[in-house]
């Protein structure tokens, strides 16, 4: 148990530096990904929904003190989109299988590298769309160069995180199987 929250302490630190050094010097057509929901998609699906809001709430806090841009923004992006991607792709738990199953639904998990794609591209999605709103609402009339640095960024950052979601899986230690008693 310290070994996974020492683990999870050096990510989520390595997490937060990353989005704040390295994001910017990575830029494809002057978009930088987002590498902090990138991991945090990652861990939503390797550890739970406990590990995703302490990790999100933390980068977002860090983010707002060391980097503030908008006022609050990191502070209430970052945990909520983690936590939308989180609850719509993390695991089921076996009572929550159970019950569709009884109500003749297919009751399954997809395979969790491909919902670690689909939470990145919901989170961040939202994260872009929600940027979007409040560059509109700022009286900025938004054109196509606006959505299609979203668009890239959208695309970008699902796919840093089905790359690094290898690594990380691998890190965390969740393709180590359990022995059987």
Not at 41 to 68: C, D, H, N, Q, W
Not at 125 to 154: K, P, T
Request: hydrophobic share 50%; aromatic share 10%.
């Amino acid at each position: 148990m310290v070994k996974k929250g020492l683990k999870f302490l050096i990510l989520t630190l390595l997490c937060y530096l990353l989005q704040s050094t390295v994001a910017n010097y990575i830029t494809i057509w002057n978009v930088a990904p987002n590498i902090a929901l990138a991991i945090i998609a990652v861990v939503s699906i390797a550890l739970g929904r406990k590990y995703t809001f302490i990790m999100a709430l933390t980068v977002g806090y860090l983010l707002e003190v060391m980097l503030p841009a908008l006022d609050y923004m990191n502070l209430i992006l970052y945990p909520v989109c983690g936590m939308l991607g989180a609850l719509g792709f993390s695991d089921k738990s076996e009572r929550k299988l159970e019950e569709e199953r009884s109500q003749g639904k297919r009751g399954g998990n997809l395979p969790a590298h491909i919902r670690t794609i689909l939470c990145t591209l919901l989170s961040i999605s939202v994260f872009e769309a929600v940027n979007l709103l409040y560059i509109y609402l700022n009286g900025i009339q938004l054109d196509a160069n606006h959505y299609q640095r979203g668009i890239i960024s959208v695309l970008y950052t699902t796919a840093l995180a089905a790359l690094i979601q290898f690594p990380l899986r691998w890190w965390l230690g969740t393709y180590k199987l359990k022995k059987a008693r």
